[in-house]
């Protein structure tokens, strides 16, 4: 069965960056997309963007100039870097599989979300 | 605001049968598949219909989707207690956004 796991600093600075992991279990991290996705307390989802294996990237045209997604394929590991953050980008934020693009937002495996507050 | 349009709430007695919206526009729902995910409290969002009317194994077949022209509706037949979640229908825009799209939510009560 297929896992995925969040992890990295629950508080964040305002201005600084942001960083999480999504370490992928069950299953090889070199096939389909990886996503990350974001809800803010109380609101809707916001997808983020995705990594393919290949290192092929997309991104939500109103985060692109701050979001930076990587992958390495030896961890089976994604991450997120999302910088100069503010208090809007405290959220619960999301790793999730997806299928090719043209079956987007097709997100059938999950991490369980993390909580990244931005606060001083 | 969302691009996608669903109502705030929605809400229905067990055994009924209730229809939640989502209503976009010739860039998004018009030209792509449509998916919708239920989100229980506290836990991450789970893929309930995905391309329009397909129900991934596992999903109970009172689930079903459909989609015609620049909207889509997901209905709940046989509603049941364990409904009561929030419910996200999502697509691809093709317009400026080029990206992933999420309507607002519903949350649906079973009264």
């Known amino acids: 069965q297929l896992q995925l796991q969040e992890s990295g600093p629950g508080l964040v600075k305002p201005s600084e960056t942001l960083s999480l992991t999504c370490t992928v279990s069950g299953g090889s991290i070199s096939t389909y997309y990886w996503n990350w996705i974001r809800q803010p307390p109380g609101k809707g989802l916001e997808w983020i963007g995705y990594i393919f294996y290949t290192g092929s990237t997309n991104y939500n045209p109103s985060l692109k100039s701050r979001v930076t997604i990587s992958l390495e394929t030896s961890k089976n590991h994604f991450s997120l870097r999302l910088k100069s953050v503010t208090a809007a980008d405290t959220a619960v934020y999301y790793c999730a599989r997806s299928f090719p693009p043209w079956d987007l937002p097709h997100f059938d495996y999950w991490g369980r979300g993390a909580l990244v507050t931005v606060s001083s | 605001q969302s691009v996608l349009t669903q109502p705030l709430s929605a809400s229905g007695t067990p055994g009924q049968r209730v229809t939640i919206s989502c209503s976009g526009s010739r860039s998004n729902i018009g030209s792509k598949y449509v998916y919708w995910y239920q989100q229980l409290p506290g836990t991450a969002p789970k893929v309930l219909i995905y391309?329009?009317?397909k129900r991934p194994s596992g999903v109970p077949d009172r689930f079903s989707g459909s989609k015609s022209g620049t909207s889509a509706s997901l209905t709940i037949s046989g509603l049941r207690s364990e409904d009561e979640a929030e419910y996200y229908c999502?697509?691809?825009?093709?317009?400026?956004?080029?990206?992933?799209?999420f309507g607002g939510g519903t949350k649906l009560t079973v009264l």
């Open positions: 391309r329009n009317d």
């Open positions: 999502a697509t691809w825009d093709e317009s400026l956004s080029d990206s992933c799209v």
